[in-house]
C-alpha cells in the first residue's frame, strides 16, 4: 500500500535561515512525489512535483525537494525562510504504475511551518 | 490566474439531511476530484471523475455519496443522508486536459461540511 509519512508536525525556523521539511514515502516502484501548502482559510496550492529526471526539483515561491532514492525521501527545503511561508505543507505520492485517468493522490499528515521574525 | 471555486464555504445541516456540494473546476480542465480533510487528520482522496464517469474511487466514497457534472461548469458531491462523521473540510480539484495522470491538481477553497 501506499503511504507518505510527515514525521515532524511542527517546524520552527528563524527568518533567514534554511529549512527543511521532512517526507518519506512508501511506494513500490518509482512513485510522482508532490508538495502542497495550506494557507489559513484557503485550498491547498501545488508547490512542486518530481517527475523523472533530476534528483533536485525546483517549485514555487523559492522553495525546493531532493527526491533521493536510496532513502524513498522527499524533503522540502528553502535556503532563507520567510515570515510569509509559515503554512501548512502536505507531502504527496501517486503511483506510477495507476494507469486510470484521474489518479488519486494520497498525501501526509502535514507538518506546521511557523517562521519566526 | 484562473482557480477553482466552491460554494458554500460553510454548510450546516442536521444528521440524515441531504447536501450537496457545489465546485466549479478551471475552465478548460477535463479531470475532477473531491478529497476531504477531518479536523486535525491528513486529506484524504474521495472520488476522481473523468468523461462523466467515475474513474477511480475510494472505500469512504460509499453508496451515500454520489458525484455529477450536470452541465458544463460544475461539479457536485452529493451525500444523500449526513452522518456526524461526514463533518470535514471538503476540497474539490481539477486537472488539464493534457494532465490525464493528475500530476498538477489545482484545489479549491473547500467547504467546511458541520453535520450536527
Known amino acids: 500500500a501506499q503511504s507518505v509519512a510527515q514525521p515532524e508536525d511542527q517546524v520552527n525556523v528563524a527568518e533567514g535561515n534554511p529549512l527543511t521539511v521532512k517526507c518519506t514515502y512508501s511506494?513500490?516502484?518509482?512513485?510522482?512525489l508532490f508538495w502542497y501548502v495550506q494557507y489559513p482559510n484557503r485550498g491547498l496550492q501545488f508547490l512542486l512535483k518530481?517527475?523523472?529526471?533530476?534528483?533536485l526539483v525546483k517549485g514555487s515561491y523559492g522553495f525546493e525537494a531532493e527526491f533521493n532514492k536510496s532513502q524513498t525521501s522527499f524533503h522540502l527545503k528553502k535556503p532563507s525562510a520567510l515570515v510569509s511561508d509559515s503554512a501548512l505543507y502536505f507531502c504527496?505520492?501517486?503511483?506510477?504504475?495507476?494507469?486510470?485517468?484521474?489518479?488519486?493522490?494520497?498525501f501526509g499528515s502535514g507538518t506546521r511551518l511557523s517562521i519566526r521574525p | 490566474e484562473p482557480e477553482v471555486t466552491q460554494t458554500p464555504s460553510h454548510q450546516v445541516t442536521q444528521m440524515g439531511q441531504e447536501v450537496i456540494l457545489r465546485c466549479v473546476p478551471i475552465?478548460?480542465?477535463?479531470?475532477f476530484y473531491w478529497y476531504r480533510q477531518i479536523l486535525g487528520q491528513k486529506v484524504e482522496f474521495l472520488v476522481s471523475?473523468?468523461?462523466?464517469?467515475?474513474?477511480?474511487k475510494s472505500e469512504i466514497f460509499d453508496d451515500q455519496f454520489s458525484v455529477e457534472r450536470p452541465d458544463g461548469s460544475n461539479f457536485t458531491l452529493k451525500i444523500r443522508s449526513t452522518k456526524l462523521e461526514d463533518s470535514a473540510m471538503y476540497f474539490c480539484?481539477?486537472?488539464?486536459?493534457?494532465?490525464?495522470?493528475?500530476?498538477?491538481?489545482?484545489f479549491g477553497p473547500g467547504t467546511r461540511l458541520t453535520v450536527t
Open positions: 518530481y517527475i523523472t529526471g533530476d534528483n
Open positions: 471523475f473523468y468523461n462523466n464517469e467515475i474513474s477511480e
Open positions: 511506494v513500490s516502484g518509482n512513485p510522482y
Open positions: 480539484a481539477s486537472s488539464d486536459s493534457s494532465d490525464p495522470r493528475g500530476l498538477e491538481q489545482y
Open positions: 475552465s478548460n480542465h477535463l479531470y
Open positions: 504527496a505520492v501517486r503511483d506510477r504504475r495507476a494507469y486510470s485517468s484521474a489518479s488519486k493522490i494520497i
